[in-house]
């Protein structure tokens, strides 16, 4: 596909494997996405715009950041960038932080838990986890299905032992 100057926000939707409405949300949520608008009032989206709203999509979909992560995460790049859409405009510019104190600052990512795979209805995709920014034990582990897995550990742990006696005594009367 050729590029074009703008893009209408179906044309846009349709590059980017997106709903409309999907896109006019995020429009609300998002400071950094701020189309144009034709004379006649529609939204349009330029090659840049573009761009942004696919990282969005990458955040939210792919890495599983929720509306609110995604945004510090989009922002904090766009800022990287020198984006003229980075930020409003009457946002001061933050101080400079030691590289310890920008560690500390630093929201950290929940560790990734890994749930049986579940198909899809059909023509859908699997939902991934979201990545919360909270500790595994805030952000609600099953305790239960913790005490679980480690009551079936112990029974393999049994029955990987009882094979080994098993195993010795049949080498013994060999």
Known sequence: MAKKLYYKIGEACKRLSIQPYVLRYWETEFPALKPDKSRSGQRVYTEADLTVIGRIKELLYDEGYTIAGAKKK??????????????PAEAAP??????????????????KRRAPAAKPAAGRKAKKPRKTGKPAAAAGVDTAAAKQVEMLR????????????????LDASS
């Open 74 to 87: 989009l922002e904090a790049e766009l800022a990287e960038q020198g984006s003229p859409k980075s930020a």
């Open 154 to 169: 112990k029974g393999v742990r049994s029955a990987l032992e009882q094979a080994r006696e098993i195993l010795a005594l």
């Open 94 to 111: 933050e101080p400079e932080k030691p590289p310890a104190a920008e560690a500390a600052a630093a929201p950290a990512k929940a560790p």
